[in-house]
């Protein structure tokens, strides 16, 4: 009998050693390493390099490109994020949290692209039949043309999706598919290497558009090797606040669209629905009566302007370290802007606590959100309000000014269509522009002279 061979693979990012290790090297997380049997594989056909022995060179000039290269999903918050719709041909990867809304929105885009004509297969690993037609029943989906098949294996997935010809396959998920030439089980990182490669040569050669869902870890970050998601072509990442109705939809790779475009959806009994207006949802938190530490800035998310409110809290501490406390901002971004007042603008928090939070739950990663964050801490700080006819839109440096920002009229113009009377900007970006007030700034201690309105009553 011949001797087994086994491998150690680290479950994060996929390096391989022939022995245990407590730390990978190649990622740095410690007890990731799991043994793997190494067998030789006796079904080459299956194999990606089986597919594509047929695939022969071509002349860019002769490369054919089809009528319909794109196909619209009806659901016109997740065409943005697509890139104006579903690429023949590509692979996508969704990704979120456990009850987020992944499983929701690829059965209402499947019965949407069926009403368009298309046959889709949606390939269940984790439920049951019965169980999905219990949940487009909820969502009143009911099509001749959509498939259901509750199957792990992926040569069985493989051989109906010749048999059925589909021009959309959904696999939910792709960490519950696993093929017989890998010895490991289901969710292991040769399992999910393996079958994804698989699949992607399946989407190219067939020109069947693949759509996968990936569980995420505590983390957030996607199960599995990080090659996973080089080997797609758009990542999407299904954010939200499981206390809020609300979802996002987050593109973080797409090779044939913007990055980082977003789509806001509301959940209902009924499934998940288009919020056209986003502004008017995050606007709508706000309180009608005008308070210390509250600013509104306006970031991008891709293309799309979103007007959000910030919120700061600063109070004394008992403790001889105070308090830094963010949701919705990077805590080393408001560690540089508190040590920016601190020295710039003479503002003392060395003995207080301070809480940022960005309403709506959403985060703000854009350094234009600066300005904002430092007037709300401010302005809270000295009891003073914000005029909230204001929107706030700046990066500060390290010297207290204030650096320009990219897309500063199509801000602008959304400020304007919110119904914002005022805007501070950084004197860099200065522009005309009808229907608001604009108040360049070159300096945070201009900026916070200029927003002040009145103190606190």
Known sequence: MAKVKTKWICQNCGYETAGYLGRCPECGQWGTFTEEVQADIKTPAMTPQGILNNAKPELLSDIHIGEEVRV??????????????LVQGSLVLIAGDPGIGKSTILLQTSGQLC?????????????????????AERLSINSDALYIYPQTNLENIRT?????????????????????????????????????????????????????IGHVTKDGNIAG????????????????????????????????????????????????KEVTNPNELFLNERSQVAAPGSAIIVTNEGSRPLLVEIQALVGSTPYPTPRRVTNGVDLS????????????????????????????????????????IALAVATCARDVVV????????????????????GIEKRLKEAVTSGFKKAIIPYANKISFNGIEIVPVKRLIDAIAACISAPAK
């Open 72 to 85: 619209s999903t009806n659901i016109k918050e997740f065409d943005r994020i697509l890139g104006g719709g």
């Open 115 to 135: 009403q368009n004509g298309k046959k889709v297969l949606y390939v269940s690993a984790e439920e049951s039949a019965s169980q999905l037609k219990l949940r």
């Open 160 to 212: 109906e999706i010749d048999n059925i010809s589909p021009d959309v396959v959904v696999i939910d998920s792709i960490q519950a598919i696993y093929s017989q030439t890998i010895t490991s089980s289901a969710g292991s990182v040769s399992q999910i290497r393996e079958c994804c490669n698989i699949l992607m040569q399946i989407a190219k050669n067939q020109n069947i558009t693949i759509i996968v």
């Open 225 to 272: 090797p990080k090659v996973l998601e080089h080997m797609v072509d758009t990542v999407i990442y299904f954010e939200g606040d499981k206390y809020k109705s609300y979802r996002m939809l987050r593109s973080m790779k797409n090779r044939f669209g913007n990055t980082s475009e977003v789509g806001i959806f509301e959940m209902h009994s009924n499934g998940l």
């Open 333 to 372: 971004r408001l560690l540089q802007i508190l040590a920016v007042l601190e020295k710039r603008v003479g503002l003392n928090l060395s003995k207080q606590d301070v809480y940022v939070n960005v309403m709506g739950g959403i985060d703000v990663d854009e350094p234009s959100a600066d300005l904002g």
């Open 387 to 406: 005029d909230p006819q204001t929107v706030i839109i700046g990066e500060i440096g390290l010297s207290g000014e204030i650096h320009p920002v990219n």
